[in-house]
């Protein structure tokens, strides 16, 4: 008998107490806050959806692994397992590790762009975008049409336009192009996974032009899983398997292990090119650390080795994607729009048209995403006009394409029940989604000021 439930594919052996907290409590620390859900005390949530990101569970084996880390500064044993883990998945030539996703952008930014040239990508991540920005180029979207369309189901929704990426090469000109991304899957875009064919077809576009080619690979583990699942011809194949193939066609890739390394912290950069490699070490080497830890702790390597392995596991995976999609039936089944089909890490909810009565210059994400604090003391992340809207000098702003709140699930952490009751808050929200009001900016810094910014209710 082949039963249908999809159960945890673990056991629960250590556990860390929810606080439990009422809507005045709530209420106050929101007024604390400034309206700004980043500002919020752990203790203060009672389910924590704002990242999947460092907020994973790490199995046994990891922790038994981190027993195991060599502190040595200078070639730790812990290093060479972390890079035989991310060789053998990627088969990239230098493995330089970064504390987090980001200094692996940073340090690649800083040395491949410039002011006035371009990266293209499906979507840029918040961070990606920023440290592009941050020495002076632009970062350009290059998504599919589909890609935009909240409603619209489509198999892999995080695809780049090809035909976009030729006429964006031929406009722009190939020198002033460092570098192509595709991000798998595509987080800013809903977690929407790129198909292997798309995989394919961008890489030979670069390599056509002499464009270095890499993944913004956060989730490939996710995104193999959507290959097996919805792509003909990978249904036989296992899940390293299809990764191996993603990374192949790539010249390399940024990493953020908090992400599908399973692990509380960590990241890397990856790349063939020897000269580049040189010069991202340099520069590692100055800021984040020497190349054999760089930034991380001798038990974080072990952690990150582990967590490769465990993400590719075909219970794991098809229970983390089960489990996404659960919650998207029972909130569709609600009435509540979200993105479809549910994304591989979060349910993205349409806050645009779950709130129509919102104009987008009043943020019904950031409205949406507090009102789930408030009722539920549930926390979710705003990612519409707030993250990705563009201030102008006179005040105003173009506002981002969508009013996203995304409700991200921390791997292997909360239980079926959970997430039922995520879903019943959602439901009692959409029921009195009348009474919820805009927003208003009262502070914000000049970059990334979805962390930080203040805000007021209308
Ligand atoms: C999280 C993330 C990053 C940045 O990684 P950090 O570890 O948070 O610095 C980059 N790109 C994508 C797609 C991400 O999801």
């Known amino acids: 008998m082949q039963f249908k439930t999809v159960i945890e594919p673990f056991r629960i052996k250590s ?42 569970a790490m199995s046994n084996q990891q922790w038994a692994g981190m027993l195991l880390g060599d502190e040595s500064y200078a070639g730790s ?119 292997m064919a798309n995989i394919r077809a961008v890489s030979e576009v670069c390599h056509e032009h002499g464009l270095p080619f890499f993944l913004d690979a956060c989730r490939f583990a996710e995104n193999a899983w959507f290959i097996k699942t919805r792509e003909d011809g990978y249904r036989d194949k296992t899940p390293l398997q299809i990764a191996q193939e993603m990374f192949s066609y790539a010249d390399g890739c940024t ?9 509380n912290i960590g990241g890397f950069l ?12 340099n520069l590692l080497i100055l800021t984040e650390g020497f190349p054999t830890y760089g930034g991380l702790a001798g038990y974080d390597l072990e952690a990150v080795a582990q967590g490769l392995r465990e993400v590719l596991d075909e219970h794991y995976l098809e229970y983390r994607v089960r489990t996404v999609a659960y919650l998207a039936e029972k909130t569709v089944s ?16 349409d806050a645009k048209a779950m709130l129509p009565h919102i ?3 009043h943020y019904p994400a950031q409205a ?32 981002a394409q969508m009013e996203l709140v995304r ?22 929200i959409h029921s009195i989604q009348e009474d919820i009001r805009g927003v208003r900016i009262t502070w914000q810094p000049p970059f990334l000021r979805h962390f930080t910014a203040h805000f007021e209710p209308l």
């Not at 990856?270 to 070490?281: E, G, H, W, Y």
């Not at 409700?407 to 009692?428: C, G, K, M, N, W």
Request: charged letters at 20%.
């Open 334 to 349: 609600a009435g509540i729009p979200i993105i479809q089909p549910p994304g591989g890490h979060a349910l993205f909810i």
């Open 359 to 361: 104009p987008v210059y």
């Open 15 to 56: 556990i860390e107490p929810i606080q439990f907290t009422t809507r005045d409590d709530h209420l106050a620390s929101l007024q604390r806050a400034k309206y700004n859900l980043f500002g919020l005390h752990g203790d203060e949530v009672l389910v924590d959806m704002l990242t999947d990101s460092g907020t994973g």
């Open 270 to 281: 990856a790349l063939n090119n020897d000269d580049l490699a040189m010069q991202c070490r």
């Open 77 to 195: 044993r812990s290093f060479y397992k972390f890079e035989a883990a991310v060789q053998d998945i990627t088969g990239f030539k230098h493995v330089i590790p970064t504390h987090q996703g980001r200094a692996a952008e940073r340090i690649l930014f800083s040395i491949i762009a410039h002011p006035g040239c371009v990266i293209l990508n499906n979507n840029h991540f918040d961070t990606t975008r920023a440290n592009i920005e941050y020495v002076g180029a632009e970062a350009r979207d290059l998504v599919i049409e589909e890609g935009h369309i909240p409603g619209l189901i489509h198999p892999f929704k995080g695809c780049m336009d090809v035909e976009l990426l030729r006429q964006t090469i031929r406009e722009v000109g190939r020198d002033n192009i460092p570098l192509v991304m595709l991000t798998v899957t595509n987080n800013s875009g809903g977690g929407q996974p790129v198909s």
């Open 368 to 399: 949406l995403a507090i009102a789930l604090y408030l009722e539920g003391g549930i926390r979710g992340v705003e990612i519409g006009s707030v993250m990705f809207g563009k201030p102008h000098p006179d005040g105003t702003e173009t506002p």
């Open 407 to 428: 409700l991200a699930f921390p791997r292997r952490t909360f239980t079926q029940s959970h997430i039922d009751y995520v879903a019943e808050v959602l439901t009692y």
């Open 255 to 263: 990493m953020s292990a908090k992400k599908d390394g399973l692990a």
